[in-house]
């Protein structure tokens, strides 16, 4: 365990600066794109979650969290170690090891854009509330009512993703994580015909997910019925034959030092 701990420890050492880069980058550009919606005649007194939604921002945070799993594996390519003949594939440990290091790696850098994304939706509640009413000031010579944090959460259809309400959704959120840092960490390890063979894997499991997301909270509003049990169950299978040949055939890739 150890080991699993240092190495994603080395892998955070070598992608901070560029994390750090595109998390800055986020939450710059999502603030440009939530006072730019408030300022539009047509979103007055629509909200925050209407400012978000109309701003494509969860789309956004999508890829940025993708973006951040694909970060996690720099280790495998530090060319300086390379160098001094101190490869990632040389390090004592066993293959499982290795590629346990590297899923803890980008599942902590998924769950950082996830706790960002949260921080600064709560955060921007307030220069887009001011915005709204400097805009009503204007438009219509009043200010809007105040508006109220809590009810612009509950109003986003994206926080719906990113906040569990119920132990289902909960265990359902933690399966995606793991499952998404799996898989791009498998995208990193191989390479050539089988990187791409990785992604399309990747975005299968994806779809799986969304549509287990989808499915639970059908249970919820219509309760079960045996179309919706039956397509619930294939998902998961289909998610979990794939994750296990992804783990599989990672360690594979690992054993035959066919990192890129």
């Known amino acids: 365990m150890k080991q699993i701990f240092s190495l994603a420890g080395w892998n955070w050492r070598l992608a901070r600066r560029s994390y750090a880069i595109l998390c800055g ?87 950082g854009v996830a706790a960002l994304q949260l921080v600064l939706y709560m955060v921007y509640f307030f220069p887009v509330q001011a915005m709204d009413s400097a805009r009503a000031m204007e438009k219509l010579g009043t200010a809007m009512p105040a508006q109220n944090l809590y009810e612009q959460v509950l109003l986003s259809d994206s926080m719906y993703w990113l906040l569990p309400r119920r132990p289902a959704q909960f265990a359902l959120l933690v399966v995606t994580l793991l499952a998404s840092a799996l898989l791009l960490t498998c995208v990193r390890l191989h390479r050539g015909w089988r990187r791409g063979a990785a992604v399309v894997i990747g975005a299968v499991c994806g779809v799986c997910c969304l549509l287990l997301f989808q499915w639970e909270l059908d249970f919820v509003l219509f309760g079960a019925y045996d179309a919706l049990v039956h397509n619930t169950l294939l998902a998961a299978v289909v998610l979990a034959a794939l994750t296990v040949f992804s783990i599989w055939w990672a360690l594979r890739a690992i054993r035959r030092a066919e990192p890129a």
């Open 25 to 111: 980058a986020f939450a710059l550009e999502q603030l440009a794109v939530l006072l730019w919606q408030a300022s539009r005649s047509a979103m007055l007194g629509m909200g925050l979650a209407a400012c978000y939604e109309e701003g494509f921002q969860f789309q956004v945070f999508l890829l940025l969290f993708l973006l951040a799993g694909l970060l996690a594996g720099p280790a495998v390519n530090d060319r300086k170690r390379a160098r001094c003949s101190y490869t990632w594939l040389t390090l004592p440990m066993p293959p499982a090891a290795r590629l346990a290091a590297q899923v803890l790696t980008a599942a902590v850098l998924q769950l």
